[in-house]
């Protein structure tokens, strides 16, 4: 388990966002966003772009941040080409 784990810790830590507050914005149950945070679960690739779009609506940096660190560095090479 992983990557999406860790980006969403990152970024919730980093921008200062709750768990609860993301997961009132998403509109799923806290515990949801506590099993992704601690890696304990995955989301599935539509629920990354929910998150990230839940993110954009409450910090849009946050939002860059999340899909930066999950991605990583695969779209920027790709611009670059």
């Known amino acids: 388990m ?7 810790r990152q970024t919730l830590d ?3 966002i709750s ?3 993301l997961a009132v914005t998403l509109g799923v149950d ?3 966003i506590f099993k992704w945070y601690h890696e304990k679960r995955d989301p599935t690739a539509e629920t990354v772009v929910q998150i990230a779009e839940a993110l954009h609506s409450l910090n849009p940096d946050a939002a860059a941040e999340f ?5 990583g560095d695969f779209l920027k ?3 670059e080409d």
Request: aromatic share 8%; glycine share 12%.
């Open 77 to 79: 090479s790709d611009e």
């Open 30 to 32: 806290r515990s949801m």
């Open 19 to 21: 768990q609860n507050k």
């Open 2 to 8: 992983g990557k999406a784990g860790q980006a969403l």
């Open 67 to 71: 899909i930066r660190l999950y991605v």
């Open 14 to 16: 980093t921008y200062g």
